[in-house]
């Protein structure tokens, strides 16, 4: 079968930096996707790592190791809008994108 | 500009109603989908179209009927809904099959009372 493990909640202060792990078990793997969904919002793409290694778009980076079946977000310089749920998700060669459970970011002053 | 869609935004109703719901992209993606979204926020696929072809039926009751009459638009009808649909229901869409970079829309938020 294939499953995602991602942390239920995280929490921080602001300017500070995150991790949210997700580690992964699945068969046909392309590669691994981040997506934030504030509350009562709908999930926003935010990065896409089909190699290993990390990417980086501005304050946000996505990390992949393919031999590890782990990935992780970093978020720097944390801010209050930061404050949301983080999914991961896989994309396979079914054409689906399986969803991690979401891990809650809660950013405080 | 909206690029992904949905209509209604909510929607209450009763137990064994049928109800509909809409979704239209003008991002000019070939890929269609519609996720259910529970309330401990699990975010699940139900149905993808491609093209307008079914090309991902997930294990939902055939109460749910996807249609896409063309590529840029994918309605959800239920049928006899139940309380157990309760849910929010999201459309999305992809350029590619693969759908690693999915766009959704606004979501919609359906109670069966």
């Known amino acids: 079968g294939q499953s995602l493990e991602q942390p239920s909640e995280v929490t921080a202060v602001e300017g500070a930096i995150v991790q949210i792990n997700c580690t992964y078990q699945?068969?046909?793997?392309?590669?691994l996707s981040w997506y934030q969904q504030h509350d009562g919002g709908a999930p926003t793409f935010l990065s896409y790592?089909?190699?290993?290694g990390l990417e980086e778009t501005g304050r946000f980076s996505s990390f992949l190791s393919r031999s590890d079946s782990y990935g992780y977000l970093l978020l720097q310089e944390l801010q209050m809008k930061d404050s949301a749920s983080y999914f991961c998700?896989?994309?396979?060669?079914?054409?689906?994108?399986?969803f991690g459970t979401g891990t809650r970011l809660q950013v405080f002053p | 500009d909206t690029a992904v869609s949905q209509t209604p935004k909510y929607l209450v109703t009763q137990m064994g109603n049928d109800k509909s719901i809409k979704c239209e992209q003008n991002?000019?993606?070939?890929?269609m989908y519609w996720y259910k979204q529970d309330s401990k926020k699990f975010l699940k696929i139900m149905f993808s179209?491609?093209?307008?072809?079914?090309?991902i039926n997930e294990t939902v009751p055939n109460r749910f009927s996807p249609k896409s009459p063309d590529k840029a638009h994918l309605n959800l009808h239920i049928n006899s809904l139940e309380l157990g649909d309760s849910a929010v229901y999201f459309c999305?869409?992809?350029?590619?099959?693969?759908?690693?970079?999915?766009?959704f829309g606004p979501g919609t938020r359906l109670l069966v009372l």
């Open positions: 999305a869409s992809s350029q590619v099959s693969t759908g690693e970079t999915q766009y």
């Open positions: 699945t068969s046909g793997f392309y590669g």
């Open positions: 790592n089909a190699l290993d």
């Open positions: 998700a896989v994309s396979t060669n079914t054409d689906k994108l399986i």
């Open positions: 991002l000019g993606h070939d890929t």
């Open positions: 179209y491609n093209n307008k072809e079914l090309i």
